[in-house]
Every structure is written in structure tokens, then in C-alpha cells.
């Protein structure tokens, strides 16, 4: 394994790390997840990806559970989870007035709610999973310090946050001498490039601004195991889970965008084989080359798919910059 620091923080992460989006608490039951997070830890990964809503709050759990299950010790491990989007946890469901967003109050309360459903008594990062524009910045910014100052976190992060409201929330930051946030969480594959390589881009050095970058694989279609099927395989995430993201995604399939991804991953397949690799790998191995990447955080729902990803380390290492041209190239973009 490789690790990597998150961003210009001292922190070291593994280059691949394990996310739990879908996957734990859903479509994969217990004792396989277990078989999993087993297999990650031994191939070095020592990262593990969550969020208070993944399978209603059942992937923190499960990975909780790993954790007790293995005997693994807190100081060998990297966790991280995401506040935001709430867990229904108000009397009434259909109205969460506070239960949900970046209010001070929901920062903490949400962490509180995610630690004791992980059963850690803290987390290294924290991410605000999205923006909250109705909660003034000043107040978000205190709220993540006041949870790193009270030991429930040790880092905070934003996930699918714009440049400018990264760049807003250091700019408090400074102002009152307080933590910015050291990592951000976007999509990141070869598919989707343009946040990462020119939006944020002025952020790395400013800022030391960390990535750990979710969907490497776009969900599954960079495997190119979707091409020429009419419908989800019977055994994959999109056939069987029930997570309202999932479902809604799975409604996707074959559409017109879906198609015209499908067509770009057909021209991948040469360039995989020249390099002898699965289209996995390279999907990966490409993610990794870049060198403002922290760690790119892998769902694999089996413990061969971790094995294969991981793998993807060493193409990386043998990938040129003809090879990455040529991607480019196929890829149009
Ligand atoms: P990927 O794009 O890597 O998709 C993972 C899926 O791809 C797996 O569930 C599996 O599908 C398939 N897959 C993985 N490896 C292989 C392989 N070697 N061969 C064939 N199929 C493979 O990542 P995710 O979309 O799952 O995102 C990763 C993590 O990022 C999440 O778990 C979560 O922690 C984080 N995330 C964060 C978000 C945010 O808003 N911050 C949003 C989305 C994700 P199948 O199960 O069908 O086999």
C-alpha cells in the first residue's frame, strides 16, 4: 500500500481507501461486509469511508462493528463520516426543522448520533457532506472547530462544495484563527474531470486543500461490465439495492447519457489490454496518477473486487505519458 498525506495536513492515508456508500448495511449483508473490510485492512488500506445517511445510518454501524469484530485499534485506522443530510431522527420525519443541515446545533448533534452508531468515541475527519446555504458560513466554520477543539474529530472536510465556498470558509477561518477545512470530496473518475483538475485547482496550493475522491469507476460503468447489457447484472448494486439513491440511479440504466458513457468505456478497452490490465485498473491506476489526490475511495462489494483494485497500485506505477495521451485522446477530452 502506498499512503499518501490528506492534503498539507501531517495525517497519512492509504491511496485507496474504503468507502461504504450503498454497499454495507445494504446490498451486501453483514458477514460478507465483514470478509471485506477484513481484506482491505490486510492489503494495507487503512482508511475507511462513511456517512450518517449510508443505508440509513446501518454502513456506520456495520464498520463499528468491524472494528470491535477484527480487534483493530483506533490509532491504526483512519475514519472518516459525513454530517448534512440528517437520519430522519425528528418526531416528525416528514418535517426535520433541525434535524438535518450545518446549523451548529446539527454539526453536533448530527456527529454525536454518527459516533455512537460507529461506537468510537471519535472520527479523524468529519465532512460537511454538502453545502448549507442558509447557515451563515461563520457559523459552520465555528461549529466543525468546536468539534475538533472537543476531540470528536480530528480534521474537517466539505464534500461537493463549490471553489468559492471552499475558498469562503478558509477565508473565515483565517480571519478568526480557526481550522479550514483540510479535504474535500468530490466525484472524480475519467469521466467526470472538470472540478478537480480546473475548478479547485488554484486551491491546492493555496489552501493545501486535500482530495478523497468518490465513484472512481462512475458507480460500475468504468468496469465495463454494463456494456452490452440490456439490463443491471442480477448480482451487482443496481440490480439489488433498495437505497432511494440507488434505485433513482439504477433508473439510468441504458438511458442516452448512460449510452454515451458505455461508448467511451468501449474505447478504453485497447488501451487496458495493451497494458494487460482489467478496465477497473485502469479506471484506478488513472485516478492515482494524479498527484492532488489524498485517496480515492473504492465500494467494492466483494473481497476479489478489493483485491482487483488494489492492484491497481502498481499500474499506476507503469502507466506512461503516451499511455495517458491516449486516453485522453479516446476520451475526447
Ligand atoms: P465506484 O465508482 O468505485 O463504484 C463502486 C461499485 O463498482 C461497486 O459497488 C461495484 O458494483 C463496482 N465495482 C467496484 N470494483 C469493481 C471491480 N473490480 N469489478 C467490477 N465491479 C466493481 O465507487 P462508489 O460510487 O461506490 O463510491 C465509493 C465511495 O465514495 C462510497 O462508498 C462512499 O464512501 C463515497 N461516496 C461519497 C459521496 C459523497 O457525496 N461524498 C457520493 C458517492 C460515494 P457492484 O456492487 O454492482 O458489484
Redo the contacts with the bound molecule.
Sequence with gaps: MEYRHLGRTGLKVSAISL?????YGG?VDNEHAFDIFKKAYDAGINFF???ENYSAGKAEIVLGKAIKKFGWKQNDLVIST?VYFGLNNSADPSNPINNVGLSRKYIIEGLNLSLKRLDLPYVDIVYA?RPDRDTPIEEIVRGFNYLINSGKSFYWGT??WSAVEIADAWRVADKLNLIGPAVE?P?Y?LLVREKVENEFRWLYEKYGLGLTV???????IL?G?YNGQSQPPP????ATAKDKYSVAYSKTFGNETWQRELDLVEKLKPVAEELGV?L?QLALAWVLKNENVSSV?????SPA?VD??VAALEVAKKLSGDQLQKIDEVLGN
Design positions: 468507502g461504504s456508500w450503498i454497499t446490498h469511508d462513511t456517512a459525513k457532506h464534500s461537493e470530496q466525484q473518475n468518490f465513484s472512481p469507476l462512475k458507480q460500475g468496469t461490465k448480482d451487482s448494486r443496481l482489467s477497473a475511495i473504492i465500494g467494492a462489494s473486487q482487483e483494485n
